[in-house]
């Protein structure tokens, strides 16, 4: 990878923000960088960013014992990334900005999922500088720092992550030196990438001071290995040593070694609580790995590939374990829903009865009575055809009186009006028969 050879003067243009509540159009050139102003429209607050290079720098993200990480924006490719500056009292130590630069060109050869990718490198105001993925979610130690304990799945799943990133860099020649929680990143999507590979490693290197005064200022004590405490020297061994303090950290909540040199100052504090002691429900097995990570001997401990077989195999245990209880759970749904189906069946059964029941109260109640019988039938047709003899004017009188005493029998088992109306109106039938008409009447 090429790095920028760098801009010696600081050239701050215009800048120009837009307030991210009412869109508002701010020139804040005049403010000084990272200071805070109201927005005139809506009044929200709002940062003044600062012009670093092409790049636009929004605010510190976080800062290390070696240098401060800003989040930006890259206005050439509209992305947000992190800049990594390093220290300008680091920079007192000869080398010390051309060891940064070399590791971080090194660390840019990586290609793996698992590895915070390094997108430049450079140099602007005599400030060296490496530009990287801009990971949102912050690093696990800082959920370790807030209080969040962590599951036991979650330090499987994302020290899995961490450790296949360090045998992708172990296999392009590359030793991280300064493993610890801070240093594991997570993405929008909950997935680990470890970061500053090799940079402690270069400071390392270029100081002459003894080891202590060196981790004093740089580096991470308690999570460094013996050997690196007492020799200044390492290898990869000495990163597995790192990761297993991590992977306690991750675990209990603490650090294994809080003080790492004890109080006489003669040497190492290597003793520290067992983790079933802290976490009583961690996976044996998982135990046992972080312990063997801890081994004071650098060749008793596991080399990357056992840590991933071992991780792995505890990942697959916790898939099945998730498999069964939802098959268990999935098992009482369908039994419910089956007796929820039952009890809706039974349901329709007993609608069903009791709506024909209620039809056959109902028909019986309705043949119960004599009159709505007639007048379901009877009443009707002696009505009609008694009617229609009566007002035949070719039939004989004998037979329309006998129709007239149908017609009256009729009004009177059908109860429609009076018997002085039922007379009338027969009277009215008869009419045009003279005298005669009196005598049907009764």
Known sequence: MECDGGEKKENRGIVKISCFSCSQKLDVTAFEPFSKVNCPSCGVELIVPRWFGHFLLEGKWAEGGMSYVYRAIDPTLDREVAIKILKRKMLEEENLGEAFI??????????????????????????????????????????????????????????????????????????????????????????????????AYAI???????????TSSWGSPAYASPEKLLNGKEDWRGDVFSLGVTFYEMLTGKEPFGGRINETGTGLNLDYTPIEALRSEAPEDLIDLITQMLELVPVDRPDYGNIIQRLEKLESSFRKKRKFCFEAISGKVKIAAASLIILFLLLIVFVIVFSSREAKEIDQRSWQSPLNFLNAGFENKALNHSKSMLCDANLPVELRKKAGLLYLLSLIISDKGSIQERCALIRTRLGGYGSQQKRYCF
């Open 102 to 199: 070399h590791e971080g060109q090194l660390a840019a050869r990586i290609n793996n999922s698992a590895v915070v990718p390094i997108f430049s490198c450079g140099y602007f105001n005599d400030e060296p500088y490496l530009v990287m993925q801009f990971l949102e979610r912050g690093s696990i130690g800082d959920l370790v720092d807030s209080g969040v304990k962590l599951s036991t799945e979650e330090v499987v799943k994302w020290g899995l992550q961490a450790t296949r990133g360090l045998q992708a860099a172990l296999k392009d020649g590359i030793e991280h030196h300064d493993v610890k929680t801070h240093n594991i990143f997570l993405n929008s999507e909950e997935q680990a990438k470890i970061g500053d590979f090799g940079l």
């Open 204 to 214: 390392k290197d270029a100081a002459s001071e003894k080891i202590a005064s060196q």
